[in-house]
């Protein structure tokens, strides 16, 4: 019986027949790891999330956490307990150095991991997901002793860790934030100001919160350029590592999401004085890196927490189609158009091709998601470990491409895909008795946080494809070239694949060229969005083209499904690009000339 | 200040500038009507919405109705008294003669006039709109002495209405249903079965409620033909009109949905003996019509309720247009693209240009739906009034052609509206504290219910486009073309979208030709959903096409709107019928093949 979660024979394709990640236990780094290694905790993860985080998946959305009178967050008590399991079985610290009691994974086998407990419960999973994140930062940019203050006891799943962005007048424009760091004479620094929408930002899971927390050190240059990032733990530590007094930041309330409700959401103000500590106010807070550059120091960590959303949206669509193809094959409903005799008994969901349409939509969209997120892992791996400078930079370079889509698509088709498993259920589906209404409701979280679609259209268009002379563009297209030769290499079907992606990457390429002749940014962005949408699904189908290469000469259904899968996209999606580049390449300015007045 | 619900000038400019709905009143039945009369009840109708029922649309949604410990269906008291203010507004009786105390207002008007309450609470509003559809429904096809017990007492709002047709093994496949009713030797029937998914199926909220029950009469046909209809009240009535004893109808249990939760959903037992009248067992029931034409009678109705759907759909998409509308006019946040500077002060949403392609691209996809909705409503109103027989059928014919599509595209497109809605208010949207997140859930049964987006897309393309030598889809080829001569007479742009329009329609008549010449219904009926997408699109563009003839010669924002709008359709969603219908052409047969085994 499959946990209903991901497909490991599909983990195991995509990680070996594919990827053959196992090479990379020729690089130093991960000498002492082996097929065994990764498998081994490629099926710890598995059973942890299947024992211990499915479980209360339901039960967490349906009792979120809540305040008492005191004005502490209460949560379900699984979820503390799912955490220290979590964490002892070493979790927390698997891409960590094996020096800090980590496992020193490869990121492409950690992301796999992981991906068992987005599929399984993304609410719960958030929890150490941003402690990882956080400690990852801190490991890149912090002094040895602040790794080991504050890393070391994350690693241990002692304190949970949070990333302090937002605040309530300005989302998606850091540019803007008003939260200020006055530098003190001992070196520290006290903060002033109000975040949002920060995820476990105050609970009873941990011991400790470690909070980075961006914030401008006044005279700083202005916008962006004057961000510095602090680390600003909810309880002061000891110079012996105890725990000493609060710090001065107080839970301003908590914000209720349609999904995602496992997660406490909170708003907090750093320094109101609720709780200074040695009577001078203000939140304490020990500058991280130097100062003015926190926003680049996160920039460096977004790339990883981007690939982070689109893999959990790839997760969360993955078990939605899981859900519902067994439900597909157990429920009896109706008969085909070509055999209407009400006498004869109804059959399955799955005999009718528009169900058949549904679950392959999604299968075409949820393993394509998967690949692409374990991809770009790989692509981290490489940008850090490769064997020469060449190609760690070169590895870097896609990356940086390839992560706004790696972010957008999942979230876009993914959530595509759990509507889909909706709708196979038909009414069912909708209710709360079954699982999928809230995989697409904690889905749809996923095309906001962490920067919009229209950000990632932005970066895409705006720096990425542009960056370098547009070397970043080049990359990917020598990249997908030598795809599309060794498809062409095997000729027939898989030829005629290859021909149609490198004509749509061709047709990506002069239409980038295009906007970028406008001579106007107004013009070269004002559909940026939809360029993301053209260049994901263009990436997508190279993603899929990459599997029936990897399929290629083998039998079986398994393989069957990989190829007919990528046929559905190359039939069904790929050409939706087609009227995109169009309007794309005719520069269209419809959305500039709508005068606001006119709506 | 806007109510949020919906537009009254948009309501205005479409029943008048374009429908001309005031020449009506040269019909006898809406003799004693006129502009004034239309214009009272619309205001009756916003006033009440805005009044009475947008104020509880959060608060019952956050408290659904739930079982007290006497198994009694217990909500908020909200709803009951808006249901009262309904009801004595004359509301439930807008269609109805004038001899049942009704209005007789023409179904376009009061169509238009209901769409406030499913943008206000889709949840509360359900309970009169299954009413008035089980009024209507009795008013056709019961006798005189039915109209009389149970009209009339709905028609004041003494009881509620429901529909009773689905069953827990048979969702879509009414051929399937197993619900039994015996007839007894005073001509009434006991009825026994399971119904499922029933809304408004038990509550407090009137003296009794009117199911209308399919069923089967034992020895009858098998399958749909089979299929029998019947009054089966909740209380039974005597003959002088007042309440007896209660019938055998059990109440199983509620169903807990994601969306559309103010709305009671039930699961309930005919004939399980609990209530027994007369000591006999079973529910008593009363046949409408002739034994065995129960499935013809209620697809009459499913006519007008499936353009209900749709124009649900299309109010939900448009107070999330509007609420995101007035989110982007308010909200400051940073910089467009030329003007990137730190030290200039941030900008209202609706700057970006990306937000106003959400924006528009709601306003194109609400406003068409509900242009398109008012349409079909005209149309039934012509095809039961109009002058001569060979208007009344054509105005049947092309209202045959268009319900599919009247359901399915509102349902598709305006939940995707609430998508950019939410995307709009970036994380606000998602959390509870704003509206737009209910929309969305409340807007994804739409999809669903009334025949769910498959069987719509099988409805099209295997029914409605072939039926009578395919003379449907040859009046709504005539009735396009007469849109397009317009267009292309006024020359510019309005002929280039006449063209465009005019090409798409001709490529659709030339697939739905290919596809029925493909000799296997499942090879022809495969991917009928995409068939259905495409038409819609075409369909939509073409009612844009409308609303810019209307709008010709016209000046001010309104109408630059409008042309605005259209021209988004024309260039972003008409072109991306180009690459469906390659696929149809294609007889393609990627889902055909695709074997169970390989998922």
Not at 322 to 349: C, F
Request: proline share 5%; glycine share 10%.
């Amino acid at each position: 019986m499959s946990s209903l979660l991901l497909s490991r024979r599909d983990l195991d394709f995509l990680l070996h027949e594919w990827l053959d990640v196992t090479r990379l236990t020729a690089r130093k780094r991960f000498a002492e790891h082996s097929r065994e290694t990764f498998d081994a905790v490629l099926e710890l993860g598995e059973r942890i999330a299947t024992d211990h985080f499915a479980p209360h998946n339901k039960l967490a959305d349906a009792h979120e956490p809540h305040l008492d009178a005191d004005g502490r967050v209460v949560m379900i008590p699984e979820v503390k307990r799912a955490l220290r399991v979590f964490a002892e079985a070493g979790l927390l610290a698997g891409e960590l150095d094996e020096s800090l009691g980590g496992m020193q994974l490869p990121t492409v086998v950690s992301k796999a991991v992981l991906a068992w407990f987005q599929a399984a419960n993304v609410g719960t999973a958030a929890y150490p997901f941003l402690t990882i994140a956080n400690a990852n930062l801190l490991v890149e940019y912090g002094t040895p002793e602040q790794v080991d203050t504050w890393v070391r006891p994350m690693a241990a799943g002692r304190f949970l860790g949070t990333m302090c962005l937002s605040e309530p007048q300005a989302g998606s424009s850091l540019a803007d934030i008003a939260t200020r760091a006055e530098p003190q004479p001992d070196g520290t620094y006290r903060l002033y100001g109000t975040k949002m929408w920060i995820s476990a930002g105050e609970h009873e899971l941990s011991e400790n919160i470690v909070h980075l927390v961006l914030a401008k050190i006044p005279g700083g240059p202005p916008g962006v350029k004057g961000i510095s990032l602090f680390i600003v733990p909810k309880v002061l530590v000891n110079a012996d590592g105890s725990l000493g007094e609060r710090n001065d930041i107080a839970l301003v309330g908590l914000n209720h999401k349609m999904g995602y409700r496992g997660t406490v959401n909170t708003v907090l103000n750093f320094g109101e004085g609720a709780h200074t500590p040695g009577g001078a106010p203000g939140a304490v807070g020990y500058l991280v890196g130097e100062p003015h550059k926190g926003l680049s120091y996160m920039f460096h960590m977004m790339n990883e927490a981007r690939i982070g959303v689109g893999l959990g949206a790839a997760a969360l669509g993955y078990t939605g189609y899981l859900h519902s193809l067994e439900y597909a094959k157990v429920r009896l409903q109706g008969r085909p158009p070509a055999a209407k005799d009400p006498a004869l008994p109804p059959v399955p969901l799955i005999e009718h091709a528009d169900v058949r349409r549904m679950l392959l939509a999604q299968k075409a969209y949820v393993e394509g998601a998967l690949a692409l997120g374990l991809y770009c892992s790989l692509l981290v791996d490489d940008s850090k470990t490769a064997e020469d400078a060449v190609a760690r930079d070169r590895a870097a370079l896609l990356l940086d491409v390839l992560t706004p889509i790696a972010k957008s698509w999942p979230s876009q088709w993914c959530l595509e895909a759990n509507s889909l498993a909706i709708q196979v259920h038909g009414g069912y589906g909708y209710t709360r008795e079954y699982n999928v209404e809230q995989f697409y409701r904690d889905n749809r979280l996923n095309p906001i946080h962490e920067g919009t679609h229209g950000i990632q259209g932005l970066d895409l268009l705006g720096r990425k494809v542009v960056m370098k002379n547009g070397m970043g563009l080049r990359v990917l297209g020598e990249t997908i070239s030598a795809t599309v030769q060794c498809a062409i290499d095997l000729g027939g079907e898989t030829a005629e694949m290859g021909r149609a992606l490198q004509d749509a990457f061709e047709r990506l390429t002069l239409v980038t060229a295009q906007l970028w002749s406008a001579g106007d940014p107004a013009v070269t962005l004002a559909n940026s969005s939809i360029y993301l949408e053209a260049a994901g699904h263009i990436v997508v189908a190279w993603i899929w083209l990459e599997q029936v290469l990897a399929a290629h000469g083998k039998d079986g259904p398994f393989y069957a499904g990989k190829r007919q899968a990528a046929r559905y996209f190359f039939r069904y999606e790929l050409p939706k690009t087609g009227p995109q580049l169009d309007l794309l390449g005719s520069l269209d300015r419809t959305t500039l000339e709508m005068d606001p007045s006119w709506f």
